[in-house]
């Protein structure tokens, strides 16, 4: 591939949601600058041809968490409108962009996890890092420098725990927004499922940070992502006021960015 300029267009499917972004080759960084993007939901799919119809790109790469049958809806939207342009899936490897995946099978990891720490150990490199990214699922996961990717947990995300409670997520933005860490015995049933669901979230977090410092005896820096951060990031803070944590939008998408980036190099030789 030439060091000319790319457009490439990042899919991220992921378990609800289906988002999109233009990236141009050499636009690397936070906030990432996308010359457009958009999202749908799954019964969405049909209007993605709508939102494409005028783009230029290059080339089209995603990441896909959804199944198969997704797969190939997205596959017959993009040669409708892309017809000529392949569509090359990303999967995670041994070595991708720079980070080797330590994963007992690499090839079982899923593409958003590898394409999240793919992009949290590009912006935050030699360091070492507990990537959190917290939609349907929360999936918090460790790179250790000098090694790299060396694997996770998988959690229900926020939402998800709140459903399975019967507890109207309709009120989950207030309800977590108004609930105090200081009182983490609540009072009332409906705060105590919130209590329950959004500490289960942070405990995980935690957890890892805590033992990834005591693994690697480095300090660890928090990246997050995820519908469900702003939720989460108040308690975070107020149990962590010495840490920072750095919110990455679109994470998986980013993590995509830098791969088509590193694909442009003459080293370039993975196999997505």
């Not at 499917?13 to 457009?36: C, D, E, H, Y």
């Not at 783009?55 to 959804?66: G, K």
């Not at 820096?221 to 919110?247: D, F, K, W």
Request: with cysteine; charged share 10%.
């Amino acid at each position: 591939m030439s060091s000319s300029v790319q457009h490439s267009l990042l899919i991220d499917a992921g378990n609800t949601r289906i988002k999109w972004a233009v990236f141009q080759s050499g636009a690397l960084g936070i906030p990432m600058r996308w010359l457009t993007q958009g999202s749908v939901n799954h019964t969405q799919l049909s209007d993605l041809q709508q939102q494409w119809r005028d783009l230029q790109v290059d080339e089209v790469l995603i990441s896909n968490v959804a199944g198969e049958t997704l797969q190939q809806a997205l596959q017959q939207s993009v040669e409708a409108v892309f017809p000529r342009i392949a569509l090359t899936r990303f999967r995670a490897d041994l070595q991708i962009a720079g980070l080797q995946n330590h994963y007992r099978n690499p090839q079982q990891l899923g593409s958003d996890r590898f394409a999240s720490a793919i992009a949290a150990h590009y912006f935050f490199p030699d360091t070492a890092l507990v990537v959190a990214t917290c939609g349907t699922a929360t999936t918090v996961d460790a790179v250790i420098p000098g090694k790299g990717f060396v694997g996770g947990m998988i959690l229900p995300g926020l939402q998800t725990m709140a459903v399975s409670l019967a507890q109207n997520t309709a009120q989950l933005p207030q309800i977590a927004s108004e609930l105090n860490l200081d009182s983490i015995f609540a009072d009332n049933t409906q705060q105590a499922i919130m209590s329950g669901c959004i500490h289960a979230q942070l405990g995980a977090i935690q957890c890892a940070v805590a033992a990834l410092e005591q693994q690697t005896a480095l300090p660890v820096e928090l990246v997050l992502s995820g519908g469900a951060v702003p939720y989460l990031l108040p308690h975070l803070q107020q149990a962590h006021q010495h840490r920072q944590a750095h919110v990455i939008d679109n994470l998986v998408l980013t993590g995509l960015a830098v791969v088509a980036q590193d694909r442009q190099l003459p080293q370039f030789s993975a196999d997505l």
